[in-house]
């Protein structure tokens, strides 16, 4: 059995393939939408950013800096090539952006509303800051310095679900009026 190397698509179907991509999960990070793209083994970084580009230098998608990263998205040039291009990507991304699009829009809201950073200090403790962002503007930011990495990946890791409940405990609490 010889070994092939992986198939390379077109650039034209690369491009279309990023653009429907962008069409049905939205406005979206290049590490959101790579880890899209390489759940199923469907494009790589490079040839993804490649594509994405192109696309920004033809005016068919925008990149914009926001604190996350750059977020990309389809502009009305982007949308009219996939209306009349659209027929070529392949079904089975269609069938992909189908079945999935809904719940990874979900979680990348939820990326850009509850975000982390974890550093390590210079004394070996880990710092631990924890974000809750609405309309690019910060809510409630909190910071812990921890002894071990583990413990502030599990803290992030419960982050997206404990926040609102968090936000509106410590409201609460510091709103209280003295007895």
Excluded at 51 to 74: I, P, W
Excluded at 90 to 110: H, N
Aim: proline share 4%.
């Amino acid at each position: 059995m010889t070994l092939q190397p992986p198939r390379r698509s077109p650039d034209n179907e690369q491009r279309l393939i990023v653009l429907a991509c962008l069409d049905k999960l939205g406005p979206c990070t290049e590490l959101q939408l790579l880890q899209f793209l390489t759940e199923r083994d469907t494009m790589n970084y490079f040839d993804m950013m490649f594509s994405l580009n192109d696309l920004c230098a033809g005016g068919q998608a925008v990149r914009t800096k926001k604190r996350a990263g750059y977020l990309y998205e389809l502009t009305d040039a982007g949308r009219e090539a996939l209306s009349l291009f659209g027929s070529r990507v392949p079904g089975s991304i269609k069938k992909l952006l189908k079945d999935s699009a809904e719940e990874w829009k979900r979680r990348f809201r939820q990326e850009m509303q509850y975000q982390h950073a974890i550093r390590q200090t210079e004394r070996g403790e880990y710092d631990l800051t924890l974000t809750a962002v609405e309309q690019e503007m910060d809510m409630l930011q909190l910071r812990f310095t921890l002894p071990a990495r583990d413990l502030a990946r599990r803290m992030a890791e419960k982050w997206p679900q404990k926040a609102a409940e968090i936000y509106e405990t410590v409201i609460r609490l510091l709103s209280e009026e003295d007895e």
